[in-house]
């Protein structure tokens, strides 16, 4: 199995910032894809940012220009640098990786994973 380990959220000042980095440990063959997604009390999870090719990002127009993806391959992480924060970014914020790994045969598996997911709280 491949775990993912989240940490970096917390209390806010609207304007402020956060980073929050996303650590991925098992037998990782390949990691495919990286994102990150988030839930507000009452809403549905919505994806925020994530990478759609090695490099090519994407994100939620509500935090574009604001919130950065980005990516440690060699230590199999991703970050999301979240600056002029507001208070609808209250939410838990959830990194998700896709890609494939090694089982106990030794066999190339897929894998879909998803962290466990940090609160951030934008607020005065």
């Not at 199999?76 to 002029?84: D, E, G, H």
């Amino acid at each position: 199995q491949v775990q993912l380990v989240e940490s970096g959220g917390g209390l806010a000042q609207p304007g402020g910032s956060l980073r929050l980095a996303c650590v991925a440990s098992g037998s990782i063959f390949r990691i495919n894809g990286m994102a990150w997604y988030r839930q507000a009390p009452g809403k549905e999870r919505e994806l925020v940012a994530r990478f759609t090719s090695g490099v090519d990002t994407d994100y939620v127009d509500s935090v574009k220009g604001r919130f950065t993806i980005s990516r440690d391959n060699a230590k199999n992480t991703v970050y999301l640098q979240m600056n002029s924060l507001k208070p609808e970014d209250t939410a838990v914020y959830y990194c998700n990786i896709q890609g494939s790994r090694r089982n106990m045969f030794d066999r190339v598996m897929p894998f879909n994973s998803w962290g466990q997911g940090t609160q951030v709280i934008v607020s005065s």
